[in-house]
């Protein structure tokens, strides 16, 4: 069975804070991608990395970055810095079989100034 | 200049009522598909198309139709509307179906039946 937990449903910060979003994922498959995607108060679902399961190095982009770690079946999201424009829902997914999204519940972050 | 998009925006309905949601993709994207939002945020996914041809059809009851008259067009047909099928409804598209390409989504449907 494939699923994706994230177990933090809401999470408030203040401004500038760091903060961290955790996923844990569940699949038996070798090969698979990761995926988060950010859904802010407008409703749209807007894409922020791929990661596949072979490439275990961090990503930074800006103020995010990723850190995938196999051994614990996990895909972190981390803002730096948080800004109130940062504040969104956001999805972490998993794909293993050719298409089919898994999504996790999602986080809700809400940045306050 | 919009990638993948979707009409109406908002629909809202009587109980019974058959409706339809459109989405058009102008990214040459060869596979499609329908997602749902429940009132959770819970994402999941209903249909997928590769090239006109349907190839992922989840547990979803049969008064969902969907329609591809195209690759880059996939329609959503829901007969007698339910209070259960509000909710928002998602397209999305990708290059091919595989698990590495990334899906984009449309901005989404929020649909509320009454």
């Known amino acids: 069975a494939q699923k994706v937990t994230q177990a933090q449903t809401e999470i408030s910060v203040v401004e500038k804070e760091d903060v961290t979003l955790d996923c844990v994922y569940e699949t038996r498959d070798t090969t698979y991608y990761l995926f988060w995607y950010k859904q802010p108060p407008s409703g749209e679902l807007v894409f922020l990395i791929r990661r596949n399961s072979f490439d275990e190095q961090n990503e930074i982009s800006g103020r995010y970055s990723w850190n995938f770690q196999k051994s614990t079946s996990s895909f972190n999201f981390t803002i730096t810095a948080s800004q109130v424009v940062d504040s969104a829902v956001y999805f972490c997914?998993?794909?293993?079989?050719?298409?089919?999204?898994?999504f996790g519940q999602g986080t809700e972050l809400s940045v306050k100034p | 200049d919009t990638a993948v998009s979707q009409t109406p925006k908002y629909l809202v309905t009587q109980m019974g009522n058959d409706k339809s949601i459109k989405c058009e993709q102008n990214l040459g994207h060869d596979t499609m598909y329908w997602y749902k939002q429940d009132s959770k945020k819970f994402l999941k996914i209903m249909f997928s198309?590769?090239?006109?041809?349907?190839?992922i059809n989840e547990t979803v009851p049969n008064r969902f139709s969907p329609k591809s008259p195209d690759k880059a067009h996939l329609n959503l047909h829901i007969n007698s509307l339910e209070l259960g099928d509000s909710a928002v409804y998602f397209c999305a598209s990708s290059q091919v179906a595989s698990l590495v390409e990334t899906q984009y989504f449309g901005p989404g449907t929020r649909l509320l039946v009454l």
């Open positions: 198309y590769n090239n006109k041809e349907l190839i």
């Open positions: 997914a998993l794909n293993a079989q050719g298409g089919k999204l898994i």
